[in-house]
Nanobody
Framework: QVQLVESGGGLVQPGGSLRLSCAASGSISSVAVVGWYRQAPGKQREFVAT???????NLANFVKGRFTISRDNAKNTVYLEMNNLKPEDTAVYYC??????WGRGTQVTVSS
């Protein structure tokens, strides 16, 4: 079974940027959909973004214009570029492969 490891989280000030990475232990080139969810304290996990094998992206309304999702099949890695971060973006961010395989998450904290 392929395993996922997220990285790149941390503490950033409002308006700042972070780039999350999700490294897979196996090939993702044939995986139809990969993406990111997030879970804030006391809230349910929510959809953030997906990208298909053909490069079609889908982003939640609250991140459109600020976040970009991409995938590098040669590196078996999915990225989430996050700009203009807001305190409400504070959450644990999880990546997935076709909503079946999940990583353990990386913490993003946006605070001054």
């Amino acid at each position: 079974q392929v395993q996922l490891v997220e990285s790149g989280g941390g503490l950033v000030q409002p308006g700042g940027s972070l780039r999350l990475s999700c490294a897979a232990s196996g090939s993702i080139s044939s995986v139809a959909v990969v993406g990111w969810y997030r879970q804030a304290p006391g809230k349910q996990r929510e959809f953030v973004a997906t990208i298909s094998s053909g490069g079609i992206t889908n982003l939640a309304n609250f991140v459109k214009g600020r976040f970009t999702i991409s995938r590098d099949n040669a590196k078996n890695t999915v990225y989430l570029e996050m700009n203009n971060l807001k305190p409400e973006d504070t959450a644990v961010y999880y990546c997935h492969l076709s909503f079946r395989v999940w990583g353990r998450g990386t913490q993003v904290t946006v605070s001054s």
